[in-house]
């Protein structure tokens, strides 16, 4: 999970140049007098409990997805084919990351953070109930509520997810190492909501009932909600209440109108194709229009850099800087595309191939998803304890040293995976192995995001023109929703009539890790080269 440090984080929190009110830095002193919350304002108490109870519902619904819309109908499942179930997992993944991308542009035009937070928090409690409620629909008809909810949480989390972060950020005017501590007790939340919803939504859901999993999800959303709508008035001080404004009021009347337009527009076009979808107008195939969005996502991202090189007014060293965060883009899109099968290839196999027996309990294999969040609460101390130690002895690894060393931890643990599903094929259609080999996968890939990730925050925001920084974050978590959408459309190679895919899929994965990490290790010098005028420590 350490990739939920979000677009807006940096962009206005860490920037610091103008509070997300449109107010300048220092008017809201909240953070310099408040210390109620263990130190901090008591604000982030607001903040934490709600993103910790969003984060609970989003982890806890996302294994279920894949396991429930696979399963045969006689099981209470949808009986999708597996690569059908699994990129649709992966198309919602996608869909999330970027929609946080307009979700922060509307924010600050129009509606201003809280109320931005407010109405998200609200959309996605909708949808989980809808997804919830599809369970007592009739035969057949179940599929509407079920993907109508899909839609709202993505919409819902597009506008709460970059926002609350920013309101993180202007708790602490003063800036500095207070801040940053701030979002490290911020960022625990969303760990422990992770892990918690994983553990309570797949029990209920694997033993249970299927919906009784996404209700349990969708109650975890009300609760943030309601901490929000309770709490806010008295801790946030007015922090986000209003939305950035243009001093000219006839040039703040236009741009409201074209936001207004923009979303309008955006929402018809939403709710035609949901229309047309579910009258059966149109036929969707989830395997293709994950495929082709993969194809115009890239493509807009090259012709975006390719705009910014030669049209962005920029100087030598930082169209240097800016070729260096294509690159980082790129190589980030490959860790994502192996992380993120977590949902899909891993769920799956814990599912069918894993031994969940312990002592007369079944484990659910929707628990095994909950050890990434567990290890990085364990592990992200050791981590920042480590790096601060090199940095002191001169001996800090580059951000592309980083990278290449956190695509080969994840190829390790795609090894680990290899030999597992090997032992599947050896022993044929009922062959279940030890949950160890998860584990240990799990292991490697979480060390390998603690490697890549935060790097990859950090460098977006050191390398980008500041004009550019913004935009720059919103192509950093394209990258993850890349690789949510990459994840989902391999994911499903993993069935028990198919047992051959498995190590296939497994190898392949772990053979582009390597190379990637391979050739990321070549380009450390060149790109470190390319990285002057930025501080050393930093590089």
Not at 44 to 53: G, R, Y
Not at 121 to 146: M, R, V
Not at 201 to 220: M, Y
Not at 465 to 484: D, E, H
Request: aromatic share 12%; proline share 4%; hydrophobic share 50%.
């Amino acid at each position: 999970m350490a990739n939920e440090k979000d677009r807006s984080v940096f962009e206005q929190a860490q920037a610091g140049t103008v509070t997300t009110d449109g107010a300048p830095p220092g008017l809201h002193r909240t953070g310099l007098q408040d210390t109620g919350f263990f130190g901090h304002p008591r604000g982030l108490a607001t903040l934490f409990f709600t993103e910790m109870w969003e984060r609970f519902s989003f982890y806890g619904l996302r294994p279920l997805l894949v396991l429930f819309m696979a399963a045969a109908l006689v099981d209470g499942g949808y009986g999708f084919d597996r690569t059908q179930a699994s990129a649709i997992v992966g198309l919602y993944g996608f869909s999330v990351y970027i929609m946080s991308v307009p979700g922060g542009w509307i924010a600050d035009r129009l509606l201003g953070l809280q109320r931005a937070i407010l109405i998200g928090a609200t959309l996605i409690t909708a949808g989980h109930l809808s997804i919830g409620l599809s369970g007592f629909a009739a035969p057949g008809e179940g599929k509407l509520p079920f993907f109508a909810g899909l839609v709202l949480i993505v919409l819902g989390t597009g506008l709460l997810k970059p926002n609350i972060s920013a309101i993180v950020g202007d708790l602490y005017p003063e800036g500095g190492s207070r801040r940053d501590a701030g979002f490290s007790v911020f960022y625990m939340g969303i760990n422990i909501g992770a892990f918690a919803g994983q553990l309570i939504t797949g029990a209920l859901g694997e033993k249970v009932g299927w919906h009784w999993g996404f209700g349990a999800a969708g109650v975890g959303m009300a609760l943030g909600l309601l901490v929000f709508w309770m709490t806010r008035g008295r801790t946030l001080q007015g922090i986000g209440t209003t939305p950035t404004r243009h001093p000219d009021p006839a040039v703040q009347g236009r741009q409201e109108r074209n936001v207004k337009l923009t979303l309008g527009i955006g929402l018809a076009a939403i709710v035609l194709l949901f229309v047309l979808a579910a009258s059966g107008t149109i036929t969707i195939d989830a395997q293709a229009i994950g495929r082709n969005t993969t194809y115009i996502t890239v493509a807009m991202v090259v012709l975006f850099f390719a705009y910014v090189l030669v049209a962005g007014g920029l100087s030598g060293d930082e169209k240097k800087r800016i070729a260096v965060i294509f690159v980082l883009f790129l190589f980030a899109i490959a860790f994502w595309g192996a992380f993120e099968q977590a949902p899909t290839s891993l769920n799956l196999f814990a599912a069918d191939f894993t031994d969940r027996q312990l002592g007369g309990f079944e484990v659910p294999a929707t628990w095994f998803q909950s050890i990434n969040s567990f290890f990085v609460i364990a592990l992200a101390p050791v981590f920042a304890g480590i790096w601060l130690a090199l940095g002191r002895r001169n001996r800090d690894l580059s951000a592309p040293g980083k990278f290449s060393l956190g695509l080969a931890l994840a190829g390790v643990g795609f090894v680990l995976m290899i030999v597992a599903a090997n032992k599947v094929v050896a022993g044929g259609a009922g062959t279940l192995v030890s949950p160890w080999w998860l584990v240990g996968s799990y292991f490697f890939q979480t060390v390998g995001e603690l490697c890549l990730s935060p790097v990859g925050l950090s460098s977006m925001t050191k390398l980008s023109p500041r004009k550019y920084v913004g935009q720059m974050m919103g192509i950093w978590f394209t990258a993850s929703a890349l690789g949510n959408l990459i994840g989902g459309l391999v994911g499903g190679h993993v069935d028990p009539e198919k047992l051959e895919q498995m190590p296939e899929l497994f190898t392949s994965t772990a053979i582009y890790l390597f190379i990637a990490a391979a050739i990321l290790a070549l380009l450390a010098i060149p790109i470190r080269r390319m990285m002057a005028g930025v501080p050393a420590s930093n590089r």
